[in-house]
């Protein structure tokens, strides 16, 4: 009988200890986890950082010509609609006059626009019959201020979204005099072989306003501000080091800081809310 009461008492006591080691275990599990923070980082970078200045302006033909008629008259003939490609001398109408009947042909090359006259109308001498215009290439003009005018020279090329495509442009013309606003007209010239440009569309250009020549840049949202200091949090193995940094030039994307950080380094652009100086963080992926 006590042997059985002893067997019994053995086996309750090697239960009781293995509960205990087991809580023991998950008590260690549970501090080793605990104060570690999840983090996504990015890489620190070394380039030209620019600052841009969006202008915007409108898109019209390189070149138009009106196509007049020298005597008013009816429309005996039409031999062209809108959209159609003419040649130069090319004939566009014929029409009867006082003094005979009169061939209107185009005095340039290009596609015809404005056409509202149909065979039967009469026509007069001081509106044109139609327009030719050169589509094979648009002008966008922005107006700005003499300030951002000091911006653009001739001949530089710079990209323009036009319909949320990108294209490139050239400047072709400055004004140094202001228009009626008091805005100074800056031209830009796009090739449009694909016809997709339609005069009267909106243009916009990013111009070049500022450089930081070899600038430490790194993700905005990797900055911090907290009692008028930036800082950032740089990994250090399985730790997060604070780093106090000076803004050089910020956009919404990316900002250009000097401090105590080189290309390569590792920086914390998710989770740094929570973060103090040597704090463990576990690195994990982004979406």
């Known amino acids: 009988m006590k ?42 970078t070394e380039d030209d950082f620019v600052i841009d200045r969006s202008v915007y302006g409108h898109t019209s033909p390189t070149s138009t010509a009106p196509v007049m008629v020298q005597e008013p008259g009816e429309i005996d003939t ?60 648009m002008i966008v003009t922005f107006n700005v201020t003499a300030d951002v005018q000091k911006l653009f020279s001739t001949e530089d090329t710079l990209d323009v979204v036009i319909d949320d495509n990108e294209y490139e442009a050239e400047i072709t013309a400055i004004d140094k005099m202001p228009d009626d606003t008091g805005l100074y007209p800056v031209e830009a010239t796009v090739d449009n072989d694909d016809g997709d440009i339609l005069a009267g569309m909106v243009g916009e250009m990013q111009v070049p306003e500022n450089r930081i020549e070899e600038a430490i840049i790194v993700p905005t949202e990797a900055v911090t501000h907290a009692d008028d200091e930036a800082f950032i949090y740089v990994i250090d193995g399985e730790t997060a080091n604070q780093i106090t940094v000076t803004i050089q030039e910020s956009q919404s994307d990316e900002t250009a800081i000097e401090g105590e950080i080189q290309a390569g380094d590792e920086v914390v652009v998710d989770g740094q809310l929570t973060l103090s100086d040597g704090s463990p963080v576990n690195v994990v992926e982004g979406e």
């Not at 006591?13 to 999840?38: H, K, M, P, R, Y």
């Not at 490609?85 to 009867?96: G, H, L, N, P």
């Not at 009469?122 to 094979?136: C, H, R, Y």
């Open 78 to 137: 039409l031999e062209v609609e809108n959209g159609d490609q003419v040649e130069e001398d090319e004939r566009i109408a014929s029409i009867t006059t006082p003094a005979g009947n009169q061939d209107i042909t185009a005095s340039t090359a290009g596609e015809i626009t404005n056409l509202e006259v149909s065979e039967g109308d009469i026509v007069s001498t001081e509106d044109p019959l139609a327009v030719v215009a050169d589509l094979d290439s």
């Open 3 to 44: 042997r059985i009461l002893f067997g019994m008492i053995a086996i309750l006591l090697i239960a009781f200890l293995a509960a205990c080691t087991s809580d023991e275990d998950a008590n260690e599990d549970e501090d080793e986890g605990e104060g570690v923070t999840q983090v996504e980082t990015a890489e620190v």
